[in-house]
């Protein structure tokens, strides 16, 4: 069904008289076609490779005869054409397919080419292993993060909480200068020009929001029996360690 060439020789030889049909015309000339492929079909020599194939073919196909030696030596043995091989018969009836190499690769190649293949797959599942894993720990890290991040904005707010609640006890009891200078939120627009004041304030920037939580928290519970996570200022120490839970948060928690 190839496309026809209708500027080869073919066409311009034909028959162009105006009253022939044109449907006739190609039909005549794709007749020819055909004979033509087929004369050239014939008259072309085959290769060795083809004529050895064909030969081996005819050969496979035909029955072994008598002037087969081996054949003739399972005759004299009681074998009979037809017959499994094997005393009680339970042999093969036909002959074992030849196989024919017509490839140039040497013996083992097929053997190495599948090795081959399934080390690549094992390397590509190996990739996607090791892929999956660093996504996972990637994962885990951002969670770590974000829960670190979210315990230590909770920290921060607890300890302005108590900067506030010691400020205002602290004035209550007419304590005008506090502890630390980090125990009171101190106005921004203060001045901080003061060298007493810097040297306060650095080493208040040594300590960690925990540390410094945990040492306000203690001041107020010794000094003035109050818990910021009870929101409660009780009587006196006994009265603070009977009723409140603990001096940290995870206590009350």
């Not at 087969?68 to 009681?78: D, H, R």
């Not at 005008?176 to 003061?194: G, L, N, R, S």
Request: aromatic share 6%.
């Amino acid at each position: 069904d190839e496309e026809e060439d209708y500027m080869s020789d073919l066409f311009l030889k034909q028959d162009v008289r105006p009253g022939l049909p044109m449907v006739r015309r190609v039909k005549e000339a794709i007749q020819k076609e055909e004979k033509q492929k087929e004369a050239n079909e014939k008259n072309r020599q085959k290769s060795i490779k083809e004529e050895e194939k064909e030969r081996r073919d005819l050969v496979l196909k035909s029955a072994l005869g008598n002037e087969n030696k081996g054949f003739a030596l399972l005759q004299k043995m009681g074998y009979k054409s037809g017959q499994a091989l094997g005393k009680s018969g339970e042999g093969i009836v036909e002959p074992i397919p030849l196989n024919i190499k017509t490839g140039l690769s040497g013996l083992g190649h097929e053997e190495l080419k599948k090795r081959k293949a399934e080390e690549k797959l094992e390397n590509y599942r190996q990739k996607l292993h090791m892929k999956k894993q660093a996504n996972e720990q990637a994962a885990d890290q951002f969670r770590i993060r974000f829960k670190t991040k979210q315990e230590e904005r909770k920290m921060e707010g607890d300890l302005r909480k108590s900067q506030r609640a010691c400020q205002q006890l602290d004035m209550q009891k007419d304590i005008d200068v506090p502890k630390e200078t980090w125990f009171w939120i101190e106005p921004e627009e203060e001045d901080k020009k003061d060298e007493e004041d810097e040297e306060d304030e650095c080493r208040s920037s040594d300590l960690s929001v925990s540390e410094k939580l945990h040492i306000l928290t203690a001041y107020l519970r010794e000094e003035h029996f109050y818990c910021i996570w009870c929101g409660t200022t009780y009587e006196d120490s006994e009265d603070l360690s009977s009723n409140c839970p603990g001096d940290s948060a995870a206590d009350h928690d």
